[in-house]
């Protein structure tokens, strides 16, 4: 489980595009072209390296009225999820 | 599609064929045809149709080869450049590869491929490929023909529909375009004027059941003279506006000896009326060719200096008599032939492509090195020969005489990719890790070796312990199109190594899924090399 005051950025190399509600992700290092649904579109969009993972679960229960527990487990293993492949790394800590 | 550009562009690429406003079309073999294009590698016919600015034809291809295969040419970035998620699932549907090397389009065509973009691009609607009569002419050989479109067709299901067989004809759809292929007497009527495109090596090949090229070293002979194929093309009533010759040398698919084939035709299709001269030196080439067959050298001699008594400019003629006199043990005689062949058309100079593939692909080892040793009697500062026969001597494990080959190869040609590719390879492989690098890191400098360098430069840094420059150059060598089993076993490992779990078990997955494709039997062969090896290991006998 990711700490909830961890701060996660994009990775640089991994070009992408929100296209009809959907984003794509181009990992040319694997060959493959990933496709994240509304939620995950909607996580990712707010990945910027500031935000934190709690303000990320924060974000993912108030956009989606669902419940802190559904939010917590939603997110963090799409995190978990991006993080292995690494879609996103860790920012620094400032 | 670019504009077309001016013949005069075009004659610049191809000097002394291209002229100004192109002629009404003329019927082949009767009628001269002023647009012949004659090259040495095969796809420099794409880039002659896209300059003339052709789209919509019919294309009569006579080779010994399709020509056609997939290129991955699509830019993976592309699929973020799309208006809608329909065309992304249609770019994906398309089953294409994707150009993850990121290589200009320009480098991905090649003598293999260059009919995708010429279908592709819309400049020709239509393909007869016209093969080798024998071709047609046994079930096994026609089992061969249609084993190349599925192979096409196990790639890229989409791209290839409707294989099948009619009136002894074989159909196809290739990117959604008819091919039919049939001998020429097969050939339909076409009531508009075509763009006839030769390869040499249709003469020269007897079988598809050969591997690959289908070059036969022990049959060389054509099956069909220039001569009796452009009156077969006459009958046919063909018309064309632009002819394109290939010689295809390079590589092996038209041996040098028989590089006058191409030349021939083009005379014959120019259509400059024939002197009596020129029937004389037909018929004596193909006596010479026909004796030489027969194992009768002095005769082939005699009827090859009968040849050059009517044409004593024509390098062709020199280049035959150079390896017959070298085969006859007259040193002096056939160098002084081969530097004659060579300053009248540089092209007969044997480098590393015009020599060997054949006899090399075939198994003839000494033949092979033969045919360097004769290089190397004819021009001692010849890099390649000596790349060759390192390369030979390294398949033997004569390391030694392996490394001084190539160093001479590397002191007449410092950038001579192989040699350096080739070097960096036996110092890996005997840890001398420093001059394995500095190799295989000048090697990377060549398209046709980058793959090879990097995937062994992984390996170098992966000895040295230096993991992220190992895992950089695996990955480099996968997008350069180097799968293979070791490099994903290798590559799993080191993100292991560096606790990139997941990205390691994927390698591993690949790794596992090519190890599962192996044969049964080199399972059980590479079962008994690591018995063998375990036992000279128990023995000391390894050092």
């Known amino acids: 489980m990711e700490a909830c005051d961890k701060r996660l950025i994009k990775n640089a190399q991994i070009p992408w595009r929100i296209l009809e509600g959907e984003t794509l992700l181009v990992d040319q290092s694997e060959g493959e072209l990933i496709r994240l649904n509304a939620v995950g579109t909607e996580i990712w969009s707010v990945i910027d390296g500031r935000r934190s993972v709690g303000d990320i679960i924060h974000h993912i229960e108030e956009t989606f009225e669902v419940s802190n527990k559904q939010a917590t487990m939603d997110v963090q293993r799409f995190l978990k999820q991006l993080l292995r492949q690494e879609l996103v790394v860790e920012a620094p800590i400032s | ?543």
């Open chain 2, 1 to 543: 599609m670019d504009e077309p550009k001016s013949p005069a562009t075009l004659a610049e690429a191809e000097p002394r064929r291209v002229e100004l406003d192109p002629p009404p079309a003329a019927l082949v073999g009767a009628e001269p045809i002023s647009h012949v294009v004659m090259m040495e590698d095969h796809d420099r016919a794409y880039y002659a149709w896209k300059d003339a600015g052709f789209k919509d034809r019919i294309l009569v291809h006579l080779d010994a080869h399709l020509d056609f295969d997939w290129i991955a040419y699509r830019d993976p970035l592309s699929l973020l450049k799309t208006q809608n998620l329909r065309e992304v699932e249609q770019l994906l549907a398309e089953g294409s590869r994707w150009n993850l090397a990121r290589r200009r389009v320009e480098e991905l065509i090649h003598v293999g491929n260059y009919l995708y973009p010429t279908l592709n691009d819309g400049l020709v609607r239509s393909v007869y490929w016209v093969v080798p009569d024998q071709v047609m002419e046994s079930q096994i050989e026609r089992k061969a023909l249609v084993e190349i479109f599925n192979e096409r067709k196990k790639k890229n299901p989409q791209g290839v529909q409707q294989l099948r067989w009619k009136d002894g004809k074989f159909l196809a759809a290739l990117c959604g375009k008819d091919v039919t292929v049939c001998r020429l007497q097969d050939l339909p009527d076409i009531h508009e004027p075509v763009l006839l495109n030769i390869d040499t090596d249709y003469l020269v090949v007897h079988s598809f059941c050969d591997p690959y090229p289908y070059v036969d070293p022990r049959a060389l002979i054509p099956w069909i003279w220039p001569q009796e194929l452009v009156s077969r093309l006459a009958e046919k009533g063909l018309t064309t506006d632009f002819v394109t010759i290939a010689y295809s040398v390079q590589g092996g698919y038209t041996p040098l000896a028989f590089k006058f084939l191409g030349d021939d035709l083009r005379r014959l299709l120019e259509g400059r009326p024939l002197s009596e001269e020129d029937h004389k030196i037909l018929r004596r080439k193909q006596e010479a060719v026909q004796a030489r067959q027969l194992g009768k050298t002095d005769e082939t001699i005699a009827a090859w200096e009968r040849a050059l008594a009517l044409r004593p400019r024509e390098p062709a003629i020199h280049y035959n008599l150079a390896e017959l006199f070298y085969e006859k043990r007259c040193p002096e005689r056939a160098s002084a032939h081969y530097r004659r062949a060579t300053e009248l058309d540089p092209s007969y100079r044997l480098t590393e492509d015009r020599m060997s593939p054949v006899n090399q692909i075939w198994g003839l080892r000494k033949k092979v090195a033969a045919e360097y040793q004769m290089a190397l009697a004819f021009d001692p500062g010849n890099a390649d020969a000596h790349t060759g026969l390192g390369g030979l001597l390294a398949h033997q494990r004569d390391w030694e005489r392996a490394v001084s080959h190539y160093n001479k190869a590397l002191a007449i040609e410092p950038a001579h990719a192989r040699a350096r590719y080739d070097l960096g390879y036996i110092y890996a492989r005997h840890g001398r890790w420093e001059a394995a690098e500095r190799e295989l890191m000048q090697a990377l400098g060549s398209r046709d070796y980058e793959g090879l360098a990097q995937f062994w430069l992984g390996y170098v840094y992966a000895k040295t312990k230096r993991w992220a420059q190992a895992i950089a150059s695996y990955e480099a060598a996968l997008r350069l199109g180097n799968r293979n089993l070791p490099l994903h076993w290798s590559l799993g490992g080191l993100y292991l190594r560096t606790g990139r779990v997941y990205k390691a078990m994927r390698q591993y997955r690949r790794a596992l899924r090519m190890l599962a494709a192996v044969p049964f039997v080199l399972l059980r062969r590479s079962a008994r090399h690591m018995k063998n090896f375990a036992r000279r290991v128990s023995n000391g006998s390894l050092r």
